[in-house]
């Protein structure tokens, strides 16, 4: 009995603690609302003016799945190969397997290569790197050096100049660092994703899009020409070997 009568007292007492402690907070928050609200209203006020001064940022993104398939399409042919001394299957294709893709992506050709595409802008065309220069203000600041007043990047880049080819290496970098990623999600699954992420909706869009084109328009090529010559190879031994056996006979 004892025991749970100075269970009770402790009980009664906690709660009784409770309970001043909330009357106290309340008789606090009584005596200091105006100080309340005067820093609520200042905090409403800053997140609108952040709102309205921050700029939003548009993210464009590409996700495609890379083929890790091993064997070439000659593979049939590998054996009849081999016996010429021909090995198709350690000939090119590594660039676009594994982490490879990624570097093709991000590397400096395919950038600028993409940069000096154009694109459709309220039917009028303009390339992809004026778009990013115009956004940025950068050629007002250009303008303020001699060297690079009314500098301009039409025409093809291997007649660029060395102020041309600086600026552009300072644009590539820029968005290496600050616009694209190029990542795999998953480490085990064979997904990437490229992404741009600009203040500009029309560049965003446009550089992904142009960019996946470029790197599939280089990937076609290389492996119709890699293919293409595994089949002259091929198409010569099989001659030669005819040519012997025609002879044989």
Same mark, same amino acid.
């Given at each position: ?116 595409? &154009?694109?459709?802008? %309220? ?6 790197? *004026?778009? !990013? +220069?115009?956004?940025?203000?950068? /050629? ?64 965003? &869009?446009?550089?992904? %899009? ?6 599939? *328009?280089? !990937? +076609?090529?290389?492996?119709?020409? /890699? ?11 099989a001659d030669s070997v005819k040519a012997i056996l025609n002879n044989t006979i």
């Amino acid at each position: 009995v004892m025991q749970t009568t100075e269970q009770q007292k402790t009980t009664d007492l906690t709660l009784k603690d409770i309970i001043l402690s909330i009357k106290s907070n309340m008789r606090y928050l009584r005596l200091r609302w105006g100080i309340i609200i005067i820093c609520g209203a200042i905090g409403a006020v800053a997140g609108i003016a952040y709102a309205l001064v921050k700029k939003p940022l548009y993210t464009a993104t590409c996700s495609f799945v890379l083929d890790d398939t091993k064997t070439s399409s000659l593979s049939q042919y590998a054996g009849l190969a081999s016996m010429a001394g021909i090995d198709l299957n350690s000939v090119g294709g590594s660039v676009f397997e594994g982490d490879n893709i990624i570097s093709l992506y991000t590397s400096r050709i395919m950038i600028a290569k993409t940069l000096m595409c &154009k694109i459709n802008v %309220d039917g009028k065309q303009q390339l992809i790197i *004026d778009r !990013y +220069i115009d956004y940025l203000h950068l /050629k007002e600041k250009w303008d303020k050096e001699p060297a690079l007043k009314n500098i301009s990047f039409e025409g093809p880049m291997g007649k660029f100049t060395r102020k041309q080819d600086s600026l552009l290496i300072d644009i590539v970098t820029n968005i290496n660092k600050k616009v694209l990623t190029v990542n795999k999600p998953d480490k085990t699954l064979s997904i990437i994703n490229v992404t741009v992420t600009f203040g500009d909706e029309w560049f965003a &869009k446009a550089f992904n %899009d142009s960019l996946v084109a470029n790197v599939n *328009d280089f !990937y +076609i090529k290389t492996k119709t020409e /890699k293919t293409a010559a595994d089949v002259q190879v091929l198409q010569k031994q099989a001659d030669s070997v005819k040519a012997i056996l025609n002879n044989t006979i």
